[in-house]
């Protein structure tokens, strides 16, 4: 087969096929970095291709050069450092239940109801932020984790992954004694590591990039997250806490190299988590667990 004349033409055309896919995803990432790294007349003048024209660093000492920066920076550490954790242990300890049969846990197909129609119907922004007001959690960092802590897509992927495992391993547990938080601590948890690392992932990256509702829940500009300093950098400059040259630099800056800047700053984190829960997507799900 690997001889064929239609295996060695079905090599080369995946081959070029995933390198024309390769080259289009990197290029407009090779292209937003020179952008960020070129001067402004060179950026506004459309001049920026895959390399920096008129090497400048201003983008990012136009954002990097404040203290405000690196006050929203800690807010965003401390709400991914909050907000993963919780909302994965939510997301566990709801999808742990939903995934036995009738049987086991008859009031499950309530549940599950209860939670797709969530999905499908939404209370809107107003009743959100009515909630939100009303608990007291306004200007404090509760305010950007817990509306969010559940994730019904979240549980429906680790709903499933929990249901696809083998039901010997439960009921060998069970007649060896254990109880049901040992079985999720000791067995199910450790097969769920591709899926838990996936979620993970989906949990960083939407509070990592999340802005809209630190401009909503967030009044004091001290406790802001990171995306929404940006966001009002780029569209609503804050020209309270700015000196004269600040205020010359802010209206000399160009909103291309900055947007450019943003991007790059924003994706770093996750570039850097990326490599750490790549490994997990490719190992086996239940290798090993039951023997035949």
Known sequence: MGNSTSRKVFVTINTILLITITFITILPIIHIISLSFSSTQA???????????????????????????????????KRVLIGVPFS???????????????????????????FIITMLFNGGLIPTYIIVKSTGIMNKIWALILPSAVSVFNILILMNFFRELPKELEEAALIDGAGHTSILTKIYLPLAKPALATLVLFIF???????????????????????????????????????????????????????????????????????????????????????S
């Not at 566990?92 to 549940?111: C, D, H, Q």
């Open 43 to 77: 950026a506004e003048g459309g001049l920026v291709g895959l390399l920096p024209v008129q090497f400048s660093l201003k983008a990012y000492e136009s954002i990097l050069g404040k203290t405000s920066f690196y006050k929203a920076l800690m807010i965003s550490v």
């Open 88 to 114: 994965l242990l939510c997301t566990i300890l709801v999808a742990y239940p939903l995934s036995k049969e009738k049987n086991k846990f008859s009031a499950r197909k309530v549940y599950v109801w209860f």
């Open 205 to 291: 990256v939407f509070h990592w990039n999340s802005w809209f509702d630190g401009l909503m829940y967030i009044n004091n500009i001290e406790k802001i997250p990171l995306q929404t300093y940006l966001q009002q950098i780029l569209t609503m400059p804050d020209t309270r806490f700015m000196s004269a040259d600040q205020l010359q630099e802010l209206g000399n800056a160009s909103r291309r190299t900055n947007n450019a800047a943003q991007i790059i700053i924003s994706t770093i984190p996750i570039m850097i988590i990326y490599p750490f829960l790549q490994k997990y997507y490719t190992t086996g799900l239940v290798l090993g667990s039951v023997k």
